[in-house]
């Protein structure tokens, strides 16, 4: 009976957690889901005053697929007239820079509008439209760095310098003559941190991002390389444009033909509204320290990460257990004495060890991108974000505690074995009621381990766009430019959840462990009084 009650208890769970997860996350997919009339528009919804994710719809921002948040700027605004003009609703895909054009060519996406340039290399993979926006290249630095005054390219000789990585302004850095080129970054966020921490002297832009970081930081400066002598970059690595999928013509020519429609004079006005609206720094008031004005502010975000967090690391180590018990179960049948059941077997022995070590063997992040947008590519099957990083973490959970599971039923000791054995139980019932109680228990604390790193690694799911709570917090550093307090914040909530979990199971194994006292001694009842005993002498 008791049994049965932890079943239910751990089914409904389970329950829990998924409605609690998808609570959070649900009222921008459903809507899209709803809409067959919706377009699509991948950008990262970071990059301010192109594009940024805000928590409300004012200023006629769009919602974000998968989230609670919305998204706003300049690219949003030209995304709209796109979809006016083909009477679709316009619903952003937050996608990290590197995963837009496999999001692209695999149709999670219509159209990519993220202030992209449409390189050769680029156009290999999709096509382009008509510009829609041209730019200037630029080396944004502090006031009072020592090359705020570079006349020439050779002026930035020693600079650490770097970029957005898979973009031309990395590239562009070869041509500032005896500067070091440091590693390419993920995102302008992390390029505006390392710029005010002094690990770098300057990153390479286009001349918008510097309007947009000096409406924030009027410590910085702009150094404009299209005017220096020896500077060279090619007419469309100077332009933005919107990438459509290969093969969709008729969707290229409607964009084509709704760019035509907007003015020069319109679109400066939109640049221009957006670098007013975009997110600024510094709004906590005298009374109210930054703690308290951003959980007034993205406290949804943050909720809406942290449900997200422990949707997808409960479930994922809930059915990574189970497929983990099939496989380790499977892995120490013994070796049937058949010629045709012992190679059936080996086979299948060696699939699953083949599956093993796949995915002990390759990062979660490659994992999550090969499936997410491979399948997606290659079978046409568009799995939601959401249910795809589900997979993710189960197959991924599943190969590690498969060799947990075996180890412990190896680690049992022969004579369980053989004592069952000698009381005439099968193989499945000296499995099922003998050994695997005990090999659970023993792996028990190894299961915890693997839920408490399952809770951190959903952080990299941020690949395919998931918006967990590292994802979250990111968006808010990028748009409230409060990095370092942001992150330590984000770790302070990763502390208590691991924290929190670590405390639960260890009662858990407790409990478990039942009563030590096992003296015989002490639990005999004495049978009759001593005046039995005397009667009966």
């Not at 942290?306 to 949707?311: C, E, H, V, Y």
Request: charged share 20%; proline share 3%.
């Amino acid at each position: 009976m008791k049994s049965r009650f932890r079943w239910i208890a751990a089914l409904m769970t389970v329950l829990l957690s998924i409605f609690i997860g998808f609570n959070f996350n649900s009222h921008s997919t459903q809507a899209a889901k709803k809409d067959s009339g919706t377009l699509k528009i991948g950008m990262e919804a970071n990059y301010p005053p192109y594009n940024w994710t805000q928590p409300t719809k004012t200023n006629g921002a769009v919602p974000i697929d998968g989230s609670n948040s919305y998204a706003n700027g300049y690219d949003v605004q030209i995304a709209k007239i796109i979809g006016k003009r083909l009477h679709k609703k316009v619903v952003v895909e937050k996608t990290q820079w590197d995963g837009l054009l496999p999001a692209l060519t695999s149709g999670k996406i219509d159209l990519i509008i993220a202030g992209m340039s449409p390189t050769a290399e680029r156009r290999k993979a999709i096509n382009f439209s008509e510009p829609y926006r041209k730019s200037t290249f630029v080396v944004i630095t502090n006031k009072a760095s020592k090359y705020s005054n570079a006349k020439k390219l050779s002026d930035f000789k020693g600079a650490k310098l770097t970029a957005q990585q898979g973009t031309l302004h990395y590239d562009l850095i070869k041509q500032l003559k005896g500067s070091k080129r440091e590693p390419a970054m993920r995102d302008f966020s992390a390029m505006r941190q390392s710029l005010s921490s002094g690990t770098i002297d300057g990153y390479v832009a286009e001349d918008i991002e510097f309007e947009s970081y000096h409406n924030v930081n009027p410590n910085i400066i702009a150094i404009n390389l299209n005017k220096m002598a020896g500077f060279k970059v090619d007419h469309d690595d100077s332009v933005t444009s919107i990438g459509v999928k290969k093969g969709n013509t008729k969707l290229l020519n409607e964009v084509n033909a709704t760019l035509r429609t907007i003015s020069n004079k319109k679109r400066d006005q939109l640049m221009s509204q957006a670098i007013r609206e975009q997110p600024k720094a510094g709004n906590e008031t005298k009374n109210e320290n930054w703690l308290v004005t951003t959980w007034k502010q993205y406290g949804g975000m943050i909720m809406s990460g942290i449900g997200m967090t422990l949707l997808l690391a409960l479930v994922g180590t809930i059915v990574g257990f189970f497929i983990g018990l099939l496989v380790g179960i499977v892995r120490t049948i013994p070796t049937p004495t058949t010629r045709g059941k012992r190679w059936a077997l080996n086979f299948v022995k060696w699939l699953l060890s083949v599956y093993v070590e796949i995915f002990r063997g390759t990062p979660m992040m490659v994992q999550a991108a090969v499936i997410y947008y491979g399948i997606a590519q290659f079978w046409h099957l568009n799995l939601n974000r959401t249910v795809a990083a589900l997979i993710i973490v189960s197959i991924n959970t599943g190969a590690y505690l498969a060799e947990v599971i075996r180890g412990g039923i190896i680690s049992t000791p022969e004579g369980q074995f053989e004592a069952a054995s000698a009381l005439g139980m099968t193989h499945n019932q000296r499995m099922w009621h003998i050994i695997l109680p005990q090999a659970i228990k023993n792996c028990l604390p190894s299961i915890t381990n693997e839920f408490i790193v399952n809770i951190k690694d959903t952080s990299v799911l941020s690949i395919i766009s998931v918006s967990e709570l590292f994802f979250v917090g990111t968006t808010i550093a990028s748009q409230s430019f409060k990095f370092f307090p942001t992150y330590l914040m984000i770790s302070a909530i990763y502390l208590i959840l691991t924290f929190t979990i670590t405390r639960i199971f260890n009662f858990i194994e407790k409990r478990l462990e039942g009563n030590k006292n096992y003296n015989l001694m002490a639990n005999q009842v004495q049978v009759g009084t001593p005046k039995d005993a005397e009667a009966n002498n």
